[in-house]
């Protein structure tokens, strides 16, 4: 019974949430209108004076901080550590960190207090790589991660950040190895390419915005129980594993908020062995929409994590994909072919409530 009436809650929930969504903030079905569409939405900070929270504009506005890390020695500092080391315990204002061409071979960690850090590689065409062989075994999973992120408000913009640890053989214990841990609450990610094996990208917790990004992996690369907008990001299945996974989610309960939604976004790789999510909790919650989904994902599309009781609570939603991986007649029976209503709040940046947060990235 219990189960019966959080399944109402959450479907009234979630029209409402439907029904509040504006229709500026709705990603346009044409890949081809959304960068234009987003920078009409995100505006400069001076237009967004109204919907902003008031700590980000002081943050924004006046006496942002810039540290320049170079390996040759041309900038204030030659690691990313020392840079971070640098930022205070307690920051309000924003501080840029730009990262030269290279290779970073640093374990790297944001600590709770420590926001509105902003990692910013000079050069899109070369990015930076931040790397680090850190996992499971040594550090623990979600530890395990190149760089770690406790702190609110963090930005990264034309970076790679990769675990160079070796690939799981399913034999040794705590091989997974991750990328990034992202816990703290509102960061965004732009032209970003995340690396690794399992576990790439521990989405851990809060509301995350990630655009024009790269994530690869093998099994649950992408997992936690954040809140998180993936737009135009190309996610690539890694080949070699019996079986490979995109996201697992680990929503525990129907009437948390945590959910992974997929916009736009490339599912690429060989091998039809791979599944778009799985149930790491019961209320796993993950969506993909106008995405070009690409032969490597089986039939089925989705797991319930060997645990039928999970189907009753999962979310598993698809709207208007395209490609060989998108065909949906094969798909297990409890994924849901979302309508135009049910999609609404999967497709608008209202889904990690960016109004009061997301900013253009700062012009260096």
């Known amino acids: 019974m219990a189960i019966k009436l959080n399944v109402i809650l959450a479907s009234f929930l979630l029209v409402n949430i439907t029904f509040t969504a504006s229709a500026q903030t709705l990603i346009p079905e044409s890949e081809a209108e959304v960068d234009t569409w987003f920078q009409s939405v995100i505006k400069p900070i001076s237009e967004l004076k109204g919907t902003l929270e008031p700590s980000i504009l002081e943050a924004e506005n006046g006496g942002v901080e810039t540290l320049d890390v170079r390996q040759d020695g041309s900038g204030k500092f030659k690691t990313i550590s020392d840079a971070v080391k640098h930022v205070k315990v307690g920051n309000t204002k924003r501080v840029i960190i730009t990262i030269g061409p290279g290779e970073y071979r640093e374990k790297i960690q944001l600590e709770r207090m420590q926001s509105y850090i902003t990692f910013y590689g000079t050069d899109p065409k070369n990015r930076p790589t931040i790397t680090f062989a850190g996992t499971a075994a040594e550090f623990g999973a979600v530890d395990s991660a190149t760089l770690i992120v406790e702190s609110d408000y963090f930005v990264a913009a034309n970076l790679i950040i990769s675990n160079s640890a070796p690939r799981p053989d399913g034999k040794k214990k705590g091989a997974q190895a991750a990328a990034i841990r992202i816990s703290g609450d509102r960061a965004a990610f732009y032209n970003c390419k995340f690396t690794g094996f399992q576990n790439t990208i521990c989405d851990d917790q809060g509301n995350h915005f990630f655009k024009d990004c790269y994530v690869e992996g093998t099994a649950d690369f992408i997992f936690g129980e954040a809140k ?17 996974i995109i996201a697992a989610h680990a929503r525990k309960d129907l009437d948390d908020e945590g959910g992974y939604s997929f916009v736009h976004c490339k599912v690429t790789g060989t091998g039809g062995n791979a599944i778009l999510g799985t149930a790491w909790f019961q209320a796993a919650r ?11 994902i089986r039939p089925e599309g989705w797991s ?4 039928p009781e999970y189907q009753k609570t999962t979310y598993f939603g698809e709207y208007k994909n395209t490609g060989p991986g998108a065909d949906i007649k094969k798909r297990v029976p409890y994924f849901k072919k979302l309508t135009d209503i049910e999609v609404k709040p999967f497709i608008s940046l209202e889904f990690i409530d960016a109004a009061k947060w997301l900013i253009p990235l700062p012009k260096i």
């Open 228 to 244: 998180s907008l993936y737009l135009n990001t190309e996610l690539h299945v890694i080949p070699g594993d019996g079986e490979a």
């Open 304 to 307: 319930d994590n060997k645990q």
């Open 286 to 296: 993950v969506v993909y929409s106008y995405c070009a989904i690409g032969d490597v």
